[in-house]
């Protein structure tokens, strides 16, 4: 299994120098506008946090799968995992907060050592959506993890899966051989105890990250596909797919630039500017906080380590006066959230 | 002078086409539009078509832009390769068969 960046040491496993190069080159020479100079002909800077709706908790860096495009540039060589000290003070938030959705995210969420404990606490909030961003091989990786599905349907709590394409071939190539049979079987799984089959109340949702430097397809065209093929080759079925772009971050950034497809794919990306996007920003409707409890406007943010513009840094502090209303951190890479439709961790925005 | 006749950034510039006519540049534009959105074909089967055509008539613009538009959509490598040879089959078909021309006229004048 390969490593991560960091663990490599590589130069792009430093978050600084990743913003520099976003920074810099063709934007700094005009050749394309930056995204502050872009979202200002529609008078749309400063973007500005608006009520919160969604709380993403990203509980640790540690994954059991090296993806190839992962903006976090998570592996099981990454040590950086929440503490039951920093989720109590995150749940105190969640008991408090209007956010109508918690959603839990990581490197692979299950990996936390208290990753159980914090959903039963989380779970009580009663918070409207509850969503665990599962890799699906984490189900199929140990046996401490087969009960997962039952586990998840006792809390109810929504899944959100990766799965790059319906082939073994393409999903193999971006997030590492075997995943695709793994995948196959955990989403039976998780259909066998209801979750993803139609009118069940047990939400099973896909994402689909394309495989390479090209943007997504239309994602409900995608859908389809994805239903056909799945029902079709393994009897699988699931709720809806969320299209997301890739975020020129972490390892995409570092393929971009090995694969000397960085400058193309940002021309691609303000191409395909859509203003309507910005309205319905994830990172103006989102909070994100890291595994050691610090807050940033989207995950993404997160990885380039761009902290919240507030007096308020820490999920300790949290303040939802003082945050709301914040100018949201921007940079170039936001333009992967205004592409065509749109993207988010909800999928597209536009629709 | 430009070095080549073919510039991939020329691609992007193909609706400037409708600057020197308007009128008929719209009418292609809505025209085609029209004729790749989802009908008895769907989306997906149009671009693996259009892919196969564009590399029929050898031309790079669309060869460029159909294989884009098929990574977008999902298609593989695979399917993409089975339409190019449908279209190179049926491209060196039409070869082939115009020989049966060269035998009816062989047959007839040959003793």
């Known amino acids: ?351 | 002078m430009q070095k080549t006749y073919y510039d991939p950034a020329d691609l992007k510039k193909f609706s400037k086409i409708s600057e020197w006519n308007e009128e008929l540049g719209a009418k292609f534009f809505d025209y085609y539009g029209k004729v790749f959105e989802e009908g008895a074909l769907s989306e997906r089967e149009k671009s693996l078509i259009a892919l196969a055509v564009a590399h029929t008539i050898q031309c790079p613009y669309c060869i460029d832009a159909y294989t884009g538009d098929g990574l977008k959509r999902g298609i593989t490598k695979e399917e993409m390769m089975e339409a190019l040879h449908v279209s190179a089959a049926v491209r060196g078909g039409a070869s082939l068969v115009h020989g049966v021309q060269m035998m009816n006229k062989v047959n007839k004048l040959d003793m």
Not at chain 1, 44 to 66: D, R, S, T, W
Not at chain 1, 150 to 165: A, C, D, Q, R, T
Not at chain 1, 295 to 311: A, H, I
Request: glycine fraction near 6%; charge should be negative; charged fraction near 20%.
């Open chain 1, 1 to 351: 299994m390969i490593k991560s960046l960091k663990q490599q040491n590589k130069e792009l496993a430093n978050s600084k120098r990743q913003v520099e190069i976003l920074s810099n080159g063709i934007f700094k020479s005009g050749e394309l506008p930056t995204f502050k100079d872009k979202i200002s002909e529609s008078n749309q800077f400063p973007l500005k946090a608006k009520k919160l709706e969604i709380l993403q908790i990203n509980v640790g860096y540690m994954c059991n799968q090296v993806c190839s495009h992962c903006h976090v540039d998570a592996g099981p060589d990454r040590k950086e995992i929440m503490t039951r000290e920093t989720m109590l003070q995150c749940l105190e938030v969640i008991k408090n907060t209007e956010a109508h959705t918690l959603d839990l995210t990581g490197g692979a969420p299950e990996m936390n050592p208290d990753f159980r404990w914090f959903v039963e606490e989380a779970a009580k909030a009663g918070v409207k959506d509850f969503i665990v961003r599962s890799n699906l091989t984490i189900i199929r990786a140990n046996k401490k993890y087969y009960d997962l599905p039952e586990f998840f349907k006792k809390h109810n709590v929504h899944v959100v899966s990766s799965m790059p394409h319906w082939t073994q071939g393409k999903t193999d190539k971006q997030r590492g051989d075997g995943v695709f049979t793994k995948s196959i079987k955990a989403l039976q799984e998780l259909n066998a105890v209801g979750y993803g089959l139609p009118g069940s109340d047990l939400r099973l949702d896909l994402v689909y990250n394309p495989s390479g430097a090209f943007l997504p397809g239309n994602q409900a065209a995608m859908e389809k596909d994805f239903k056909k093929a799945l029902l079709e080759d393994f009897d699988i079925q699931f709720h809806n797919l969320f299209a997301i772009t890739n975020l020129p971050i972490a390892r995409f950034l570092d393929y971009l630039i090995a694969s000397e497809n960085y400058e193309d794919y940002m021309y691609s990306l303000v191409e395909a500017y859509n203003p309507a996007a910005v309205n319905n920003l994830m990172c103006t409707n989102t909070l994100s906080i890291s595994w050691d409890g610090y807050l940033y406007d989207c995950d993404f943010n997160q990885m380039l380590n761009l902290s919240v513009n507030s007096s308020i840094k820490h999920i300790s502090e949290y303040n939802n006066d003082l945050l709301e209303g914040r100018n949201i951190v921007i940079s170039q890479h936001c333009y992967g959230c205004t592409a065509g439709e749109g993207s988010s961790c909800q999928g597209t925005v536009t629709s």
